[in-house]
């Protein structure tokens, strides 16, 4: 048994190219071994390997193993390969106030894109789910103040409007309910 941040896997095999994938180096890999003979297997065979990708992590059969497997990965690349179809693209222009390196106020003016996202059944490597064709969908947004994107679940039944906005607005909640999307709106237009 090979662990890799503290999660179990079965086979050296499998450890290593996840390692491969996390671009480490051969020397700070046989550093993680005690063992004799799995240095000298480490030594052997690590710079032959390809790394993981993407397609074998989403198949692997635990959530932990699936979560540290993809680790390693940028979001863009997960997304791209595993070919999510955007369903749809919505842009809101916004204003802001920001302050300058004097603590000077000045506004800003600049548009926030969100992106609605399906991965379909094949790619996950499963068939249905409780009689339904199963996908998982997500939302992209940049952090305005960090410029980070990030990728968001949600839910069948809120993608199904096949909005983008939609989708963001129900990843805020007030009271425990999720915004609609006009409720975000107007919660955008008023902080800007």
């Given at each position: 048994?090979?662990?890799?941040?503290?999660?179990?896997?079965?086979?050296?095999?499998?450890?290593?190219?996840?390692?491969?994938?996390?671009?480490?180096?051969?020397?700070?890999?046989?550093?993680?071994?005690?063992?004799?003979?799995?240095?000298?297997?480490?030594?052997?065979?690590?710079?032959?390997?390809?790394?993981?990708?993407?397609?074998?992590a989403?198949?692997?059969?635990?959530?932990?193993?699936?979560?540290?497997?993809?680790?390693?990965?940028?979001?863009?690349?997960?997304?791209?390969?595993?070919?999510?179809?955007?369903?749809?693209?919505?842009?809101?222009?916004?204003?802001?106030?920001?302050?300058?390196?004097?603590?000077?106020?000045?506004?800003?003016?600049?548009?926030d894109?969100?992106?609605?996202?399906?991965?379909?059944?094949?790619?996950?490597?499963?068939?249905?789910?409780?009689?339904?064709?199963?996908?998982?969908?997500?939302v992209?947004?940049?952090?305005?103040?960090?410029d980070?994107?990030?990728?968001?679940?949600?839910?069948?039944?809120?993608?199904?409007?096949?909005?983008?906005?939609?989708?963001?607005?129900?990843?805020?909640r007030?009271?425990?309910?999720?915004?609609?999307?006009?409720?975000?709106?107007?919660?955008?237009?008023?902080?800007?």
């Open positions: 048994m090979f662990f890799v941040d503290g999660v179990r896997f079965n086979d050296l095999q499998t450890t290593l190219r996840i390692y491969r994938q996390q671009a480490k180096s051969k020397e700070e890999v046989l550093s993680y071994f005690s063992e004799a003979d799995n240095k000298q297997e480490v030594a052997r065979v690590y710079d032959s390997l390809m790394p993981f990708t993407v397609q074998e989403i198949l692997l059969p635990n959530s932990e193993q699936r979560m540290v497997s993809l680790r390693g990965f940028e979001i863009e690349d997960i997304v791209a390969k595993l070919d999510a179809e955007k369903i749809d693209t919505q842009t809101i222009t916004k204003k802001q106030i920001r302050w300058d390196k004097q603590l000077k106020p000045q506004e800003v003016v600049f548009e894109t969100y992106e609605l996202f399906k991965i379909g059944a094949k790619i996950l490597g499963v068939d249905r789910w409780w009689g339904q064709e199963p996908a998982i969908y997500f992209k947004c940049q952090c305005p103040s960090t980070r994107n990030y990728f968001i679940y949600v839910p069948a039944k809120v993608a199904k409007e096949n909005d983008a906005i939609t989708a963001i607005a129900w990843t805020m007030f009271n425990g309910v999720p915004l609609n999307k006009e409720q975000y709106l107007n919660l955008m237009y008023t902080e800007s």
